[in-house]
């Protein structure tokens, strides 16, 4: 058995490891015939890669993409693309001290139960570095969706760092581009820069959380009951590494309302429905509603963290550990453009998928 694909029609196999000579992934289903080069993938490549400033892992990767199949005069021909990622700037001797201890809030000591051995370098599949690959197959799917839903745009921002969330009276998106937060407030980006270099300076980390919004995502979108558009969001999200919770339109918080307050109203607009609110965010009945899209994930603090942690070893005695390396400080950060990634993947999925069942036809209202 191999659980190491998603998608159903848009599908995606990643593979190699954090400290690995490269890593990837295999993308089928992509339509032929649509432009796509090494230069469309690089800028999203960009966004995701380690060591572009303090408040991140100081690891200098490149992470420059080459297309080894599936694109030809151009345009890619309607076979697997294969996309490779070189590892450049490994120091696996840091983890030379935990070859045989289980670092606390790893995969380590699961992986050691599931399979009798583990890559102790960096934690292999396990570490945050399998996203570059995820965030290469999101940028042939923004490709594709440019192409067959031109207005279609998907944008991830932080909302939370920590115990401190943004004001979203202040939220405006031209904010995201200007920190090193990818936050739309501009006054919680320089709370937060100031509260990461005191955990960072004190071998401490912080979880966040991250919104992802796709707009312009056309009504019809997603299957019942078992391909549910916010089923797959919520599995394609809580499959990326230290993400501990989905939430979809207000989530979680929908507990707390009342039905007179959630019911998303409805009025007849002159280009068809109109709804007054989104707070099932996009998605009604696993189906979207033609709002946008709305998803959140939370991930959790960073593991490998300098402050000496109580664990045990192989052999099973008790021990301190500190983790050597370099880490984020704050791993959410970097999580924003791989969950732009795994939307846009879910996105041309069930777009590909209601074509294929519909051909696209919508029923007639007014």
Same mark, same amino acid.
């Given at each position: 058995?191999?659980? %190491?694909?998603?998608?159903?029609?848009?599908?995606?196999?990643?593979?190699?490891?954090?400290?690995?000579?490269?890593?990837?992934?295999?993308?089928?289903?992509?339509?032929?015939?649509?432009?796509?080069?090494?230069?469309?993938?690089?800028?999203?490549?960009?966004?995701?890669? #380690?060591?572009? %400033?303090?408040?991140?892992?100081?690891?200098?990767?490149?992470?420059?993409? +080459?297309?080894?199949?599936?694109?030809?005069?151009?345009?890619?021909?309607?076979?697997?693309?294969?996309?490779?990622?070189?590892?450049?700037?490994?120091?696996?001797?840091? &983890?030379?001290?935990?070859?045989?201890?289980?670092? #606390?809030?790893?995969?380590?000591?699961? &992986?050691?139960?599931?399979?009798?051995?583990?890559?102790?370098?960096?934690?292999?599949?396990?570490?945050? +570095?399998?996203?570059?690959? @995820?965030?290469?197959?999101?940028?042939?799917?923004?490709?594709?969706?440019?192409?067959?839903?031109?207005?279609?745009?998907?944008?991830?921002?932080?909302?939370?760092?920590?115990? @401190?969330?943004?004001?979203?009276?202040?939220?405006?998106?031209?904010? !995201?581009? @200007?920190?090193?937060?990818?936050? #739309?407030?501009?006054?919680?980006?320089?709370?937060?820069?100031?509260?990461?270099?005191?955990? +960072?300076?004190?071998?401490? $980390?912080?979880?966040?959380?991250?919104?992802?919004?796709?707009?312009?995502?056309?009504?019809?979108?997603?299957?019942?009951? &078992?391909?549910?558009?916010?089923?797959?969001?919520?599995?394609?999200?809580?499959?990326?590494?230290?993400?501990?919770?989905?939430?979809?339109?207000?989530?979680?918080?929908?507990?707390?309302?009342?039905?007179?307050? %959630?019911?998303?109203?409805?009025?007849?607009?002159?280009?068809?429905?109109?709804?007054?609110?989104?707070?099932?965010? /996009?998605?009604?009945?696993?189906?979207?509603?033609?709002?946008?899209?709305?998803? @959140?994930?939370?991930?959790? #603090?960073?593991? $490998?963290?300098?402050?000496? +942690?109580?664990?045990? %070893?192989?052999?099973?005695?008790?021990?301190?550990?500190?983790?050597?390396?370099?880490?984020?400080?704050?791993?959410?950060?970097?999580? !924003?453009?791989?969950?732009?990634?795994?939307?846009?993947?879910?996105?041309?999925?069930?777009?590909?998928?209601?074509?294929?069942?519909? /051909?696209?036809?919508?029923?007639?209202?007014?």
């Amino acid at each position: 058995m191999s659980f %190491n694909t998603f998608g159903h029609i848009f599908r995606v196999t990643t593979w190699g490891e954090s400290h690995g000579p490269a890593l990837g992934c295999t993308v089928d289903g992509v339509p032929p015939g649509v432009a796509l080069s090494e230069a469309d993938i690089q800028p999203w490549m960009d966004k995701r890669k #380690p060591g572009q %400033n303090k408040f991140t892992t100081q690891r200098k990767e490149a992470d420059e993409v +080459r297309i080894l199949s599936g694109v030809f005069d151009g345009v890619t021909t309607g076979t697997p693309i294969q996309l490779m990622i070189e590892n450049t700037d490994q120091r696996s001797k840091d &983890y030379g001290d935990i070859a045989q201890a289980f670092r #606390p809030g790893h995969a380590d000591i699961t &992986y050691h139960q599931k399979y009798g051995l583990r890559d102790y370098r960096g934690g292999g599949r396990s570490s945050a +570095r399998e996203t570059a690959a @995820r965030v290469a197959a999101g940028a042939v799917a923004r490709a594709v969706l440019a192409r067959m839903v031109p207005g279609l745009r998907i944008t991830g921002y932080m909302v939370q760092m920590g115990g @401190r969330g943004i004001d979203r009276g202040r939220l405006e998106l031209a904010e !995201v581009e @200007r920190n090193p937060f990818w936050c #739309p407030d501009p006054v919680a980006a320089a709370d937060w820069a100031a509260y990461l270099d005191e955990l +960072r300076l004190s071998h401490n $980390s912080v979880g966040a959380v991250i919104e992802v919004v796709a707009e312009g995502v056309p009504p019809g979108l997603g299957a019942p009951l &078992y391909g549910k558009l916010d089923s797959d969001l919520a599995s394609a999200m809580m499959s990326i590494n230290a993400v501990k919770a989905v939430e979809i339109g207000d989530g979680m918080a929908a507990a707390s309302l009342t039905g007179v307050d %959630n019911a998303d109203e409805i009025r007849m607009g002159p280009d068809g429905p109109e709804f007054l609110s989104n707070h099932a965010g /996009g998605i009604l009945g696993g189906i979207s509603t033609g709002q946008p899209v709305i998803c @959140r994930f939370a991930v959790k #603090p960073t593991s $490998s963290i300098l402050t000496p +942690r109580r664990t045990i %070893n192989a052999s099973g005695e008790e021990i301190d550990l500190i983790t050597k390396g370099r880490h984020d400080p704050c791993v959410g950060i970097r999580a !924003v453009p791989v969950g732009e990634a795994m939307m846009a993947c879910v996105i041309l999925d069930h777009l590909l998928l209601d074509r294929g069942q519909t /051909g696209g036809m919508r029923g007639r209202i007014g």
